[in-house]
């Protein structure tokens, strides 16, 4: 069998947090262009009622701070309520869960309330401002469909209503397990991480010479990024998978971590 390649990442890939490429195809114009009419048409009729409501109950006030009420309930309805529904619901909206949508990272990973942010603010100038003409243009010529505040975000929107068969995750091997927990794992580089997931994904298809080749130069790139090294001895395929493991399992705890806060400052509320 022929020695695989590092692998790298085309415009087209898409690539989960563990590195993992995924076959999610990225929205079309015409399902964007619905989604964000749904969209649109809620945040809309958001806007009119928090209009009618703060003008009603600011009638005996004076005219600055009616005007001072409206601004307030433009910037609720057109940034503020887009970006926290992004962010709460990990990419979605309502328009988007209609059409089975979702807002990602390029890396695709979950988006954070940067991002949604980021989108909603530019979406005001792009899509209210200029009722939509930079946004599809700005899609129409992406190869993935982005419009500016995709660009100005990093971020990305795909169709995830569809089948995915994910290769099985390299477990923890139980003789690195205690050196992987105090180890400094930095993220590693896209192209490099995809290329040990293949690797780790292909162990018993690649024949021994090319397996240790492979292995050594894989796990020479990797070292780079990890400290300290692994005992002296480790084979290549069980620091590679060590490696894999911790940051899988780290970045679990750390989405754990953020779900629990989310909650605890949602029953505060």
């Not at 926290?84 to 949508?101: D, I, S, V």
């Not at 530019?122 to 419009?147: D, N, T």
């Not at 998978?241 to 505060?268: F, G």
């Amino acid at each position: 069998m022929a020695t695989p390649e590092l692998a790298t990442l085309t415009t087209d890939d898409l690539v989960t947090g563990e590195a993992v490429a995924l076959d999610l195809p990225p929205a079309g114009l015409g399902v964007r262009i619905a989604s964000g009419l749904v969209d649109v048409l809620a945040t809309s009729l958001l806007l009119v009622a928090l209009v009618l409501g703060l003008v009603i109950a600011a009638l005996q006030a004076d005219d600055a701070l009616i005007h001072v009420a409206v601004l307030g309930a433009i910037i609720v309805a057109l940034v503020g309520f887009p970006a926290a529904l992004e962010t709460l619901t990990r990419g979605r909206t309502l328009g988007k869960l209609a059409f089975g949508l979702r807002t990602v990272r390029d890396d695709a990973g979950p988006i954070s309330f940067q991002h949604a942010f980021v989108r909603a603010l530019v979406g005001v100038v792009e899509i209210y401002a200029f009722a939509g003409s930079p946004a599809f243009f700005a899609a129409l010529l992406s190869a993935r469909g982005k419009r500016l505040g995709d660009f100005a975000a990093g971020t990305y929107v795909v169709r995830e209503r569809v089948a995915l068969q994910l290769p099985r995750p390299a477990p923890m091997p139980p003789q690195l397990a205690s050196w992987a927990a105090r180890a400094d794992l930095a993220t590693l580089p896209t192209g490099l991480a995809l290329a040990v997931r293949q690797y780790l994904g292909r162990l018993s298809q690649i024949d021994p010479a090319s397996r240790a080749a492979v292995g050594a130069r894989l796990a020479a790139a990797v070292s780079e990024h990890v400290a300290p090294d692994p005992p002296p001895g480790t084979p290549p395929e069980v620091f590679l998978a060590a490696v894999v493991a911790a940051r899988r399992e780290r970045d679990a705890a750390r989405l754990a971590r953020e779900s629990e806060l989310r909650r605890r400052l949602t029953l505060r509320h």
